[in-house]
Nanobody
């Protein structure tokens, strides 16, 4: 059974940093693409970043490019999202997701597995 478990969320002041983790288990993810999404209250789920498990190529939403970094640790089967220069508009529940294949996708419906999410709150 595939499980994605996020951690690392919390409350941070604007301009601060947080690192989210997504521990993946239940299968081999070598042929998968991992993504981070976020959803603020009253808004649709929004793509943040993605990484190919094999090779490590990355792709970012324009809103976070240059501030967020997605990475993975193959030995720990964990994907990270390092968030710098946080803004109040980054406040949301952040979820990791996995989709089979190497194509990057910003569409939530194309992802096969989801974690439960972790809250990130950025105060002004």
């Amino acid at each position: 059974q595939v499980q994605l478990v996020e951690s690392g969320g919390g409350l941070v002041q604007a301009g601060g940093s947080l690192t989210l983790s997504c521990a993946a288990s239940g299968r081999t993810f070598s042929g998968y693409t991992m993504g981070w999404f976020r959803q603020a209250p009253g808004k649709e789920r929004e793509f943040v970043a993605a990484i190919r498990w094999s090779g490590g190529s990355t792709y970012y939403a324009d809103s976070v490019k240059g501030r967020f970094t997605i990475s993975r640790d193959n030995a720990k089967n964990t994907v990270y999202l390092r968030m710098n220069s946080l803004k109040p508009e980054d406040t949301a529940v952040y979820s990791c997701a996995a989709r089979q294949g190497a194509l990057f996708s910003e569409l939530p419906r194309t992802y096969d597995y989801w974690g439960q999410g972790t809250q990130v709150t950025v105060s002004s």
